[in-house]
């Protein structure tokens, strides 16, 4: 996304007097520093959460134990919880969360790797994207993170005039 495009987002949050918080785990803040990327973003942004264990999804924003143990931390239920669970904690409009596998494989039969699930809390609903990336562990996680951006963009059009 560009900063452009950014910029219009953070504006949408500014104007509606909305707040945006992340819950993050193979990205490592890598989202929360893009947002922040742009002037003025603490109107919009106070807070993010780096959730790189199970122990952090469960204590800081209520990822179950029986999800984590059913599904695993690279799940879809895992990235919805973690973003209905980061909003609360923030108490913040919209989260966006992403869970994946990074890389590099850990075995040469591993083909986990650029396993990513975003997701999206807005509006007292949470959309998860599955995502299947390529690359070098940099590039997945930069990607991830676009997609992150690409997808609150999405739902917030979906739902309002943002032009």
């Known amino acids: 996304m560009r900063d452009e495009a950014l910029r219009r987002l953070q504006d949408w949050f500014r104007q509606n007097h909305k707040l945006l918080t992340t819950v993050e785990s193979c990205t490592g803040g890598l989202l929360a520093g893009r947002i922040t990327d742009i002037s003025g973003s603490s ?3 106070r ?3 780096i959730t790189y264990c199970d ?5 800081l924003v209520q990822v179950s134990t029986e999800t984590l143990a059913k599904y695993t931390a690279v799940s879809p239920q895992t ?6 669970g980061g909003a609360a904690a923030a108490g ?4 966006l969360s992403v869970t994946g596998y990074a890389g590099p494989p850990y075995a040469p039969e591993d083909t986990s790797v650029g396993l990513v699930y975003i ?5 007292g609903s949470t959309t998860v994207k599955e995502l299947h990336l390529t690359g070098s562990r940099r590039q997945i996680r930069e990607a991830a993170v676009e997609e992150a951006l690409r997808l609150l963009e999405s739902r917030i059009g979906a739902s309002s005039e943002f032009i």
Do not use: L, N, V
């Not at 122990?55 to 204590?59: L, N, V």
């Not at 990235?79 to 209905?84: D, I, P, Q």
């Not at 913040?92 to 989260?95: I, L, M, P, T």
């Open 43 to 45: 109107d919009i942004f």
């Open 47 to 49: 807070q993010g959460y």
């Open 55 to 59: 122990e952090a999804k469960h204590q």
């Open 79 to 84: 990235a919805s919880e973690m973003a209905r």
């Open 92 to 95: 913040a409009d919209a989260c």
């Open 119 to 123: 997701g999206c809390y807005f509006q």
